[in-house]
């Protein structure tokens, strides 16, 4: 017995540490099962088989050996109790049969399963319901076999919610793990690679970057381990935060995602590997900008209008002048400058102060030229330059001084019109986004993006 229940550790020991491994380890404790030829030793068996059918993706088979491992279970029912309802539960949830786990769950209650909460939070987040789910959260210690589970619920909380502290302190909890698996319950509970779920996390905060890593990662260890479960959930998260970012790899990931989800009947996770329906994209992908938005994809080529709508949807709520988009580049002394409206940029007080310090620089400069104080001269003679480009800058044509007003007025006329030329031509492409974008940009001297709901965009 201690043979064989150590044999059996020692393979949920090597696939929590990602150790393909583990494969070789499992066969060893199943041929010395068949060879001891016990009910004791083939209730285990079948149970351990029922686990590693269900990771590689067999789930009927699955099913059949997890219901076998209870016939033979007799003198062992009381420390099997919950824990063959939590394998029937994980089963359920792996093929996104979120439906039928309330009478698993209502039979985990009546055998007194330690962590229902648990489970019943991770149930609600399988349904979608995320206000159910937030209920049964907890910052309490879990029983430590329940440990690993514990993360995974509070990584899919956290990604559902958009909660950043839960996200951070999540993040860091788990961060010491990457690399490794999510093993709870003796083997009994195997929750995936951890790289996966620190990849949800990013994407649930739109850090899509990391998010693309850690799910690259995670599909790697799952292939590695010959995990087609995980690795198709693992590319169905890869598979859609590239078409969030517009990567090129995209489409042929998704159509792989797809392609293995349906083969294994994981139907819940076809919609994953896609943008969602409410999913609002305006990104320049280098060649063109890719524009979603309710449910609808659309491309442009490149245009100065749809700069300044992208600039203006990075800052929702803040008004932002015709002058900054017209010229980014202008700076904080342009900004500063604005605030005098249709006064002259430089007025006679500043044109007499400059040419007071230009005269003292004449001055500095013939003085540091007899000394032979060559790397002074040279510094006066920069900024007595800088000062003659300032003057020539707010001069207009013959001398005259360049008035702001005239600056603004043109910014106002000139991005308008760009903007509304845009809204004309994404009227044929995207009419839905055209309308939206109609009606929450203002334009005018003072330009806003003001949506009349919160609206996320992936920029």
């Known amino acids: 017995d201690t043979e064989q ?18 494969h070789d380890q499992y066969l060893a404790f199943v041929a010395l099962a068949e060879r001891e030829a016990t009910v004791r030793f083939s209730f285990a068996a079948d149970i351990d088989r029922s686990l590693i059918t269900a990771l590689r993706g067999g789930f009927a088979e699955a099913t059949s050996l997890l219901e076998q491992s209870r016939q033979n279970a007799t003198e062992h029912e009381a420390h099997y109790g919950y824990m063959g309802d939590h394998m029937t539960w994980a089963l359920l949830y792996a093929q996104g049969r ?56 509070h990584a899919q909380l956290a990604a559902a ?28 509970d195997i929750s995936g690679p951890v790289d996966h779920w620190i990849a949800v996390i990013d994407a649930g905060l739109g850090h899509w970057a990391d998010a693309i890593d850690g799910f690259t990662a995670a599909r790697t260890s799952a292939d590695r ?5 995980w690795s198709v959930e693992a590319g169905a998260g890869l598979a859609r935060a590239l078409a969030v970012t517009g990567a090129p790899a995209a489409a042929a990931t998704r159509t792989a995602v797809e392609h293995e989800a349906a ?12 943008l969602e329906p409410d999913d609002s994209v305006f990104r320049w992908d280098g060649a063109v900008w890719q524009l979603c938005y309710a449910g609808h994809e659309a491309h442009m080529p490149d245009a100065k209008g749809l700069r300044d709508l992208h600039t203006l949807l990075g800052r929702p709520g803040t008004g932002l002048s015709a002058v900054d988009l017209l010229d980014p580049a202008a700076g904080p002394d342009l900004v500063a400058a604005r605030r005098l409206g249709a006064d002259p940029v430089l007025d006679a007080e500043s044109k007499v102060s400059y040419r007071r310090r230009l005269k003292e620089l004449d001055e500095q400069l013939d003085r540091a030229a007899e000394l032979g104080h060559d790397i002074r001269a040279a510094d006066l003679d920069r ?13 207009g044509f013959g001398g005259r001084t360049r008035r702001l007003g005239d600056e603004t007025e043109r910014a106002r006329k000139t991005v308008t019109a760009r903007i509304r030329d845009t809204l004309r031509k994404l009227d044929s492409v ?27 965009w992936h920029l």
């Not at 951070?168 to 690399?179: H, I, S």
């Open 5 to 22: 229940f150590a044999s059996s550790l020692r393979w949920v020991a090597l696939l929590e540490l990602g150790d393909p491994r583990y």
């Open 263 to 274: 083969e294994l009947g994981l139907r819940h996770l076809l919609a994953l590997a896609r």
């Open 430 to 456: 995207h009419p839905a986004l055209a309308t939206h974008l109609r009606a929450s940009v203002s334009t005018g001297t003072t330009c806003a993006y003001t949506p009349g709901t919160d609206t996320p």
């Open 161 to 188: 919610t958009g909660d950043h502290e839960l996200a951070e302190r999540t993040r860091r909890q788990l961060a010491p793990y990457q690399g490794q698996w999510l093993v709870s319950l003796y083997g009994c």
């Open 225 to 229: 381990l010959g995990s087609r479960t």
């Open 98 to 153: 979120f439906d039928e786990l309330g009478g698993v769950i209502g039979s985990m209650a009546a055998r007194n399963h330690p962590c229902l909460g648990l489970i019943e939070g991770l149930s609600a987040l399988g349904r979608g319901d995320v206000e159910q789910a937030r209920r049964y959260y907890t910052d309490e210690p879990y029983p430590r076999m329940f440990e690993p589970v514990s993360l995974r619920f």
């Open 383 to 395: 900024e007595r330059q800088a000062l003659l480009d300032e003057l020539r800058a707010a001069a």
